[in-house]
């Protein structure tokens, strides 16, 4: 989540002198809505661990970055507090300058925790390693975010010129060595290139060797894109030690199922108020959270994935080989899943007998003999519900009731009041131009309002109530021109074509 705009605008709203009596506003239209705070110390956990005054900061820009996170803190804690109070909801935030190192401090203090890196991030004058690389260089290479499992294969197999073993056990996880990223930095010729050519390959994007060491430095320019309105997929899974009958799978497939419909209700249900008449497909939940509130599907999963991994069978001298490789068979999402009416145990039981539990068989047909290490149940190809929201943006206009409902503030900026205003005595129309040109204050106000969406500025002139806009009159002779046509040859009038016929048949008549 990118809050740049909002720590920004209330970096020039602090005062020093009352830090700890600070309010964070989160609207610039509305100083009124937002939150106290005390701005004397960064909230929550931070790294290094360490306390400083912000009064004392210098005002270099490590001191400017302290100030901006310390608000940047403040706001991921109401944030979470906010998401605790109204739904129920733990999470854990990491607030940094970036995506990379945001994730990365974020998992220092889970659950329910925060924590904040602090600057100096970088080299300083003694050429020691800032905070941002020390932290970097003592994760292993495959906790990196943006360097996936076979990515991180590829990279310890070179420093360590040999293929890494992996830990024992039948929990697939990391391997018994651990290669951390300063060893990958710091090792003898590496580079870009190096690393572009380790790396490339059918499926890697171009220029691969420069990202990858860009993260192994702690840069990530990458931009923090937009929340989508509705996921691609919603997936659940986990990992078993083992997993190989059918009585054990049944319920761990409740399990999965459950989880997957309480998240297609928290990410693709919103609420209806009780005066919205926009829609009809709206149903009251009868469990939950959201118990008693009116509720309506903003999108809909068309499919249901199930995916497993089956663990190969144990060689003739009884090592177990590792593998990765996932199977997986998908179908009809079945409609029942969308009732509203009835709890989530009722619709999982029932999903798992009439949906997954086929599934299942269609991808292991012998009845025994399967090992599985991972399930994964998904709901996929979600496509936008009838009277969802793009839909009911689309068409708010169109429905008779919602347009009456807001025609006073749509026509409010264009409704004119008829009041008798009286003239203003040896005004001066040329100088009252100019004055109000000259305005510093009223060009600004031209600009902020005058904003077209492409993003150009025009620049609206302001005149006297008495005064008019001369190029937007006609001129002299140039309406008449638009009218001209051919002329009569008795009288030579002139007319458009249109009239000529009835103009002759007057003169016929011996008019």
């Given at each position: ?85 109204e739904y129920g909801f733990t999470c854990t935030v990491g607030i940094s300058t970036s995506k990379l190192l945001a994730k990365l401090v974020g998992n220092m203090n ?402």
């Open positions: 989540m990118d809050v740049t705009e909002m720590v920004e605008f209330n970096t020039h709203l602090i005062n020093d002198d009352s830090r700890k009596n600070s309010f964070f506003v989160l609207s610039a239209d509305n100083n009124t809505e937002g939150f106290q705070f005390d701005g004397s110390s960064i909230c929550d956990n931070s790294y290094p661990r360490a306390v400083v005054d912000p009064t004392a900061l210098p005002t270099t820009d490590d001191g400017v970055l302290y100030s901006r996170l310390l608000l940047g803190s403040h706001l991921a804690n109401y944030l979470r507090q906010s998401l605790l109070r889970k659950p329910d925790g925060q924590t904040t890196l602090v600057p100096p991030y970088y080299l300083d004058l003694e050429d020691k390693p800032g905070e941002a690389g020390a932290f970097i260089d003592s994760h292993d290479i495959g906790r990196i975010p943006g360097i996936g499992f076979k990515l991180a294969q590829k990279i310890r197999k070179h420093v360590l010129d040999r293929p890494a073993d992996f830990d024992q056990g039948l929990i697939y996880g990391g391997t018994r060595e651990s290669v951390t990223v300063e060893q990958v930095r710091c090792f003898p010729g590496m580079s870009p290139q190096v690393l572009e050519a380790m790396l490339s390959g059918p499926g890697c994007p171009q220029g691969i060797g420069t990202r990858i060491w860009g993260l192994l430095n702690g840069v990530d320019d990458s931009e923090v894109a937009f929340a989508r309105d509705i996921p691609r997929q919603i997936s659940l899974e986990d990992s078993y030690l083992r997993l190989d009958t059918l009585d054990q799978i049944e319920k761990e497939l409740f399990m999965l199922a459950k989880s997957l419909i309480k998240r297609l209700h928290l990410d693709l249900l919103e609420d209806v108020e009780e005066n919205d008449e926009s829609t009809s497909s709206v149903s009251i939940e009868p469990t939950g959270i959201f118990v008693g509130r009116r509720r309506r599907w903003v999108a809909h999963p068309r499919r249901l994935r199930l995916s497993t991994r089956p663990r190969p069978r144990p060689t003739a001298d009884g090592a177990q080989t590792r593998s990765f490789t996932r199977i997986s068979r998908s179908a009809p999402m079945p409609n029942f899943v969308f009732r509203l009416h009835e709890t989530v145990e009722v619709l999982a039981k029932r999903l798992v007998i009439e949906a997954l539990l086929p599934l299942f068989r269609k991808l292991h047909p012998e009845k025994s003999g399967w090992n599985l290490s991972l399930v994964n149940v998904a709901a996929t190809d979600l496509v936008e519900a009838a009277g969802g929201r793009r839909e009911q943006a689309a068409q708010a206009d169109r429905h008779i009731g919602i347009m009456f409902k807001r025609q006073e503030s749509v026509l409010r900026e264009w409704k004119i009041d008829d009041t008798d205003i009286p003239p203003d005595e040896g005004l001066d129309t040329e100088s009252a131009e100019i004055d109000m040109k000259d305005d510093d204050t009223v060009g600004d106000e031209a600009v902020t309002l005058a904003t077209t969406n492409d993003g150009q500025d025009e620049i609206m002139a302001y005149t006297q109530d008495n005064t008019t806009d001369q190029s937007n009159e006609w001129q002299d002779g140039e309406y008449d021109d638009n009218l001209t046509g051919p002329a009569c040859k008795d009288c030579g009038a002139t007319m458009p074509a249109f009239a000529m016929a009835a103009h002759e048949r007057f003169h016929s008549l011996g008019a």
